[in-house]
């Protein structure tokens, strides 16, 4: 015997017209877009003052905090362009342009 009604809803296979497509976020260090996890990095660490925060891959955090003290990453601020001037930076940068969003592994730790 046929059912009268569906298990699934009318409309479940229609798009609604009033939900706008989720926006897509780069990372400031890498350029390409983030994936699931979104870290909010401080450009300048805030246990030198900075609020600013911006959008980066985990990866890409940990590369940075790997290769820069607190007082470098003070002195480049915002300046992205001096950060990728750094040798390993850049190839790491160079490494993860073709990567998954949601790409992860391991980084080299703090060289002290």
């Avoid at 959008?55 to 007082?71: D, E, K, R």
């Avoid at 001096?82 to 992860?104: I, Q």
Wanted: aromatic share 6%; net charge positive.
């Amino acid at each position: 015997m046929a059912r009268k009604h569906s298990k699934h809803g009318p409309y479940e296979d229609v798009q609604r017209d009033d939900e706008a497509p989720a926006e897509i976020i780069s990372c400031w260090l890498c350029g390409r877009p983030t994936g699931k996890t979104i870290v909010w990095h401080h450009p300048v660490p805030k246990s030198r003052g900075g609020r600013d925060v911006v959008p980066m891959h985990p990866i890409c955090q940990q590369t940075l905090t790997a290769n820069f003290t607190n007082s470098e990453l003070q002195r480049h601020a915002m300046d992205m362009e001096a950060l990728l001037a750094n040798p390993a930076v850049r190839k790491f940068v160079d490494w993860v342009a073709n990567k998954d969003p949601d790409f992860t592994a391991t980084t080299t730790k703090k060289q002290r």
